[in-house]
């Protein structure tokens, strides 16, 4: 068992939430259902790529905001617009890479490339890359590395 998971808090959502998580990501599976005293799931246990989550169907009292998010590290343009594309099903874009997914639950489906970019050797192309992504919703990788480039 992980030392540290994560609660997310749902209004009745966690079963489908687990479902829609893990059938986006590999490496992911749905665990240990807890019923509540009317039948219906109380909590949901799921992994997504190693990491344990418990969706809790708490009730409309708490939403989720951007204060949290969750951070998809894609090697690849395709896995960016994989990941993204899956997320956004019902949801809603944002800016600089985030989007809110159906649940209202805020992403950030980032390059790894992101951090040698915004801080490389080079300061005035991070600052022209940090520019090229404040202008972005979903992340482009050659766009960001062309402005680093000064191309």
Avoid: H
């Avoid at 009292?61 to 951007?66: D, G, K, P, Q």
């Amino acid at each position: 068992m992980q030392k540290i998971s994560t609660c997310l808090w749902f209004d009745g959502q966690a079963a489908e939430a687990a479902e829609f998580y893990t059938s986006i990501f590999d490496n992911s599976s749905i665990g240990e259902t807890v019923l509540g005293p009317d039948g219906n799931a109380l909590t949901v246990g799921f992994e997504i790529e190693g990491r344990q989550f418990v969706g809790l169907n708490g009730g409309p009292i708490f939403t989720f905001n951007e204060a949290v998010s969750l951070v998809v590290n894609c090697d690849s343009q395709a896995e960016v617009d994989r990941y993204w594309e899956a997320l956004l099903v019902g949801g809603q874009e944002s800016q600089c890479g985030w989007l809110k997914d159906k649940f209202g639950l805020s992403w950030q489906i980032v390059p790894t490339s992101m951090p040698a970019l915004l801080n490389g050797p080079d300061r005035e192309g991070s600052q022209r890359a940090l520019e090229a992504m404040m202008k972005m919703r979903k992340l482009d990788m050659d766009v960001l590395q062309k402005a680093y480039d000064g191309v």
